[in-house]
């Protein structure tokens, strides 16, 4: 069974400052997904990491994918108030049948303060 | 770019009865659709795979005859939770796959919907 295990489950930022969120999963998979959730609406796609190595930067934000320590990373540059939100790290399976049958990471909920 | 679009996206009905929401894929075709639930301040959980044609796969733990799910068409899924109680009250959102198996595949969410059984 595939499991997700992100942290911090909460984090409170400092504007300026920067920080890391975590994302470990327990079985092979070359195929995992950042999104952002603000309250009571659907998942933003921030980054599709597709292989080892992979490193994607958006703005203030960036992922990277280690898939032989089944690790990716969001890392967020000078944490600014519009980057409060839930980040959920989410894992495709290595499997063609299974593709798109995301398990999901618990969330992390970021407040960003002055 | 590619849309899933989700109808209704908030709905409030009494303990007891059916809803039904629809997910749409706008202008691809998704021979597979997955949904999930969310309850509050949780993760999403995968509730079932709906395959267009043929029945949908459920997830361990959750009940097809509670919720069900109709792929008709290669552009429609359809979750319909029968006799809703307030336990069921979630967001539950479906996504689809466009192009699976190659090079340029994507996944889309639809917006969601809140769903409040009273």
């Known amino acids: 069974e595939l499991k997700v295990e992100q942290n911090p489950l909460f984090l409170s930022m400092q504007e300026g400052k920067n920080y890391t969120i975590y994302c470990n999963y327990s079985?092979?998979?070359?195929?995992l997904y950042w999104y952002r959730q603000d309250p009571g609406k659907s998942l933003e796609s921030l980054f599709v990491?597709?292989?080892?190595?992979a490193v994607k930067q958006e703005g203030r934000l960036m992922a990277s994918l280690d898939t032989k320590a089944r690790l990716s990373t969001l890392h967020i540059t000078a944490a600014v108030h519009d980057l409060s939100a839930t980040y959920f790290c989410?894992?495709?399976?290595?499997?063609?049948?299974?593709?798109?049958?995301?398990?999901f990471g618990a969330g992390t909920q970021v407040v960003v303060t002055p | 770019g590619a849309v899933v679009s989700q109808h209704p996206s908030r709905v409030i009905c009494k303990s007891g009865t059916s809803v039904k929401i629809e997910c749409r894929s706008l202008?691809?075709?998704?021979?597979?659709m997955f949904w999930y639930r969310q309850f509050p301040k949780q993760s999403l959980m995968l509730m079932a795979t709906?395959?267009?044609?043929?029945?949908?796969?459920?997830e361990q733990g959750v009940e097809k005859d509670k919720f069900l799910i109709n792929h008709a068409s290669l552009t429609l899924s359809t979750l319909t939770v029968t006799s809703a109680h307030p336990e069921d009250s979630s967001f539950y959102i479906c996504?689809?796959?466009?192009?699976?198996?190659?090079?340029?595949?994507?996944?889309?969410f639809g917006s969601g919907t809140q769903l409040s059984v009273l």
């Open positions: 996504s689809a796959r466009d192009r699976p198996g190659q090079t340029n595949e994507k996944l889309f």
């Open positions: 079985t092979t998979s070359d195929r």
């Open positions: 990491l597709l292989s080892n190595g």
């Open positions: 989410a894992v495709d399976p290595k499997s063609t049948d299974s593709w798109g049958k995301l398990q």
């Open positions: 202008d691809f075709q998704a021979t597979t």
């Open positions: 709906s395959n267009e044609g043929s029945k949908a796969t459920y």
